[in-house]
């Protein structure tokens, strides 16, 4: 069988941007805090990336805000009592805090893995509990709070789902991060739920990540790397969707800056528990 994604890593500035990202997560893997366990960094780093991923789809809230508001019983607020933002937060928080029991699923089944994704991430998302999990039927609205325009028709979104999903069960000589890049584009592009699409893509791209060996333990935070270059994310998005080899290379490029972000906020969570504490100023 073809190799659809292996030909991405010809594409400009690619390989060498994914060569930095794996040097990055490298460096995190490496940190002496994870030779004593990593469940306390990957738990850090789930949180983290669960806050900048709502935070991309418009409900932002201080890191120690959310960690005090979950502690103390689980119910989010926002500032500005945007109780939509509060429910996409706890959305992402429960879809970051369950993406481990995903795994053997996202191998073997995707497209089953993704309708659970949904489910966790849009559960007070939706009127109708049956639409969780399902693709979007015609004529169904979606969310585009990125702009990224008129989203494929859903017998387009099936085929692509499908095409997606052959790509992962049967593998890829691409790296992690263009494979992760895929998922996350398509999924955006998509638009497949058309509900809390954006939490679904990021948190399987995450699973990528996990599953192909980049990061198997989940101690980086790409999500926080995709926030902190939001100013580039959504342009970079639209030129996957719509801007052809040059608009792919770009957001792979983009992603594999993420990633390496990602990898710098894990070191970050490394250190601090390493001084006694998992909190930290900058990003919080």
């Not at 069988?1 to 995190?28: F, H, N, W």
Request: neutral net charge.
């Amino acid at each position: 069988m073809t190799d659809l994604l292996a030909p991405l890593v010809a594409l400009p500035g690619v390989e060498s941007a994914v060569a930095q990202a794996r040097t990055a997560v490298d460096g995190l893997l490496s940190h002496r805090v994870l030779r004593r366990g990593s469940a306390e960094v990957t738990a850090e780093a789930a949180l983290r990336g669960a806050r900048a991923s709502a935070s991309l789809e418009g409900a932002g809230i201080e890191l120690e805000r959310l960690r005090g508001q979950l502690m103390a019983g689980g119910t989010v607020t926002l500032p500005n009592r945007d109780e939509r933002g509060a429910r996409l937060v706890e959305g992402a928080v429960r879809l970051h805090a369950e993406l481990g029991q995903l795994l053997v699923s996202f191998r073997h089944s995707p497209r089953q893995a993704l309708a659970r994704l949904h489910v966790l991430a849009a559960a007070q998302l939706v009127d109708d509990p049956d639409a969780l999990g399902r693709p979007r039927p015609v004529g169904a609205s979606y969310d585009d709070p990125l702009q990224l325009g008129a989203a494929p028709d859903p017998l387009e979104v099936a085929a692509r789902l499908d095409g997606l999903a052959r790509v992962l069960v049967t593998g890829t000589s691409a790296a992690a991060v263009v494979v992760a890049a895929v998922v996350h584009g398509e999924l955006m592009a998509l638009r497949a739920f058309g509900t809390a699409d954006g939490l679904v893509a990021r948190a399987a791209s995450r699973l990528v990540l996990v599953d192909r060996g980049l990061d198997p333990k989940a101690v980086s935070a790409p999500e926080v790397g995709h926030a902190e270059l939001s100013a580039d994310y959504a342009e970079a998005l639209r030129g996957y969707v719509g801007g052809g080899p040059p608009g792919v290379a770009r957001w792979i490029v983009h992603c594999a800056a993420a990633v390496a972000l990602g990898a710098r906020e894990g070191l970050a969570v490394c250190e601090a528990i390493g001084r006694g504490s998992s909190s930290r100023p900058p990003g919080s």
